[in-house]
């Protein structure tokens, strides 16, 4: 607003200006008398000054044609001038159109054209780091990962793209399966990024599966600091790493560390059976049976475990029965309605050979719950009472079908474990593992599970004595799943 006023009064102020001068120079006097080659001229003073104007206008006339003439002259040379620029524009221009035109052929899933448009892009643009990019996109969704390697190792040369180039590599090493390349670049990668997520996650689960549990549990920390994992979640997964490194070191030898690592690891993670379980194995061998026994009833009191039974019984291995079952009662009465408590109950009275007991203990078990464990339990403790053996094998041979029970298995892909692994071996999933029972998948047995009764006998309730083949279904106490 104030601008244009401005600019008014301005033009305003020339038109006056001129008019004056204009009038002052015509009311002058007098003027010039040029002599030039024996021609004389008398200019008036407003020719004069009308001459003066057109010679000015003459030399910028000249100077702008002089400058042109410079400007062809350069053009023709090679440099770089307003000719060359038109041209570098238009290419310019181009060269954006086949990467914008590549970057939607990548979104809609055209490998082949991506491809083309980002090397006509590349071509154009003479800027390796946008159209790199592309091109190994292009280059991996149609399938050319020998081209996509090469891009990304090209990448690697410029500072600003050396993240993405070190990424895609690592996606590729982890494709095609080559961990150990793979760890390396994810640290390079986490050197150069710290607080990149995603980056976080895949070298903590290399560095899990390759049991770099130092390293694993650095990176944990750094993802907590970097606010990228909530604090409990932190300290669950800390302590499966510690117990990871404790495990590992336990193998070899059982050091102080080691002791260490597996307190550390129960003290984040209270109701983590294996750590529980070497924890109290470390206080055992440190001659601190009381520590081991508090361990063990805090994790028993979250989630009852065979292994826990088993721990608890290692604190005083050469007892006789009667004292260990009375020396149990500390677990035994922490969730009596527990099937893993009943369990264990039975099989502490079976091994003071007080049968009924046992049989109070396992209770209506075998009938609510059925699994292969207490259906062995119930036969070995009919055997004890003296039964028929045909009612023993009716109860085998119900076991031999029936669910195995709660098992470490992955909650991502259900794989059963043998025994707790911070990762599972199928998935790679990194503490995924819960004590719970498997969905059940149909046996695959010979024949079928139909012809069982046939082999073994019919099954009990009621327990018929017809027995076509006469098999040995001797199962002694001995032979199952026990706290020894
Ligand atoms: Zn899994």
């Not at 038109?86 to 082949?112: K, P, Q, V």
């Not at 590729?172 to 670049?185: F, I, N, P, S, Y």
């Not at 046992?358 to 003296?386: F, H, M, S, Y």
Request: proline share 6%.
């Amino acid at each position: 607003m104030l601008w244009s006023l401005v600019k008014i009064l301005a033009f305003v102020a020339a038109v006056m200006a001129l008019t004056f001068g204009t009038a002052w120079v015509m009311e002058l006097s007098g003027g010039a008398e040029i002599t030039v080659a024996g021609i004389e001229l008398t200019l008036s003073p407003l020719q004069l000054t009308i001459g003066f104007l057109l010679l000015l206008l003459g030399v910028w006339v000249m100077i702008y044609v002089v400058g042109l003439l410079i400007a062809v002259l350069r053009f023709i040379n090679g440099d770089e001038t307003a000719i060359s620029r038109y041209f570098t524009r238009n290419r310019e221009r181009r060269g954006i159109d086949a990467l914008g035109e590549g970057m939607m052929a990548l979104a809609s899933g055209e490998g082949a054209v991506a491809m083309a448009r980002a090397q006509r892009a590349e071509r154009l643009l003479d800027r390796p780091e946008l159209t790199n990019l592309l091109v190994a996109q292009a280059a991996e969704m149609a399938g050319d990962s020998k081209k996509a390697e090469a891009t990304y190792k090209a990448l690697l040369t410029d500072e600003r793209t050396r993240f993405v180039g070190v990424r895609g590599l690592l996606r590729q090493r982890l494709d095609a399966g080559d961990t150990e390349t793979a760890l390396k670049l994810a640290e390079k990668a986490f050197q150069l990024k710290p607080k990149h997520a995603e980056t976080q996650d895949i070298l903590l689960r290399l560095q899990a599966e390759s049991s770099d549990w130092a390293g694993a549990r650095a990176t944990l920390a750094a993802k907590l600091k970097t606010g990228t994992l909530p604090r409990d979640v932190y300290k669950r997964r800390d302590a499966v790493l510690a117990l990871g490194e404790a495990k590992g070191i336990l193998d070899e030898t059982s050091t102080i560390e080691a002791r260490e690592e597996a307190i550390e690891a129960n003290r984040l993670s209270p109701d983590l059976i294996p750590a529980a379980v070497l924890a109290a194995r470390s206080y055992v061998t440190a001659g601190n049976p009381r520590y081991a026994a508090r361990v063990l009833r805090k994790a028993w009191d979250v989630l009852p475990h065979p292994d826990l039974a088993a721990a608890f019984a290692e604190i005083e291995p050469n007892e006789d029965p009667q004292a260990r079952l009375k020396r149990f009662e500390a677990l035994t009465k922490l969730r009596p309605e527990h099937a893993e408590t009943r369990m264990l109950l039975a099989e502490l009275n079976m091994a003071c050979e007080w049968f009924p007991a046992a049989a109070r203990a396992l209770g209506d078990l075998t009938e609510v719950e059925p699994t292969a464990r207490n259906l062995t339990l119930r036969a070995a403790i009919e055997r004890g009472q003296g039964a028929d053996d045909a009612v023993v094998r009716g109860w085998l041979t119900r076991a031999l079908t029936a669910s195995r029970g709660p098992q470490w298995v992955c909650d991502k892909c259900n794989t059963v474990h043998q025994h707790w692994i911070p990762v599972c071996t199928t998935c790679h999933g990194f503490d995924t593992l819960s004590w719970r029972t498997p969905p059940r998948t149909e046996f695959a047995m010979p024949g079928g599970a139909d012809m069982l009764p046939l082999i073994v006998g019919t099954p009990a309730k009621p327990p018929a004595p017809v027995v076509l083949v006469k098999a040995t279904a001797d199962a002694t106490p001995a032979d199952k799943p026990g706290p020894n």
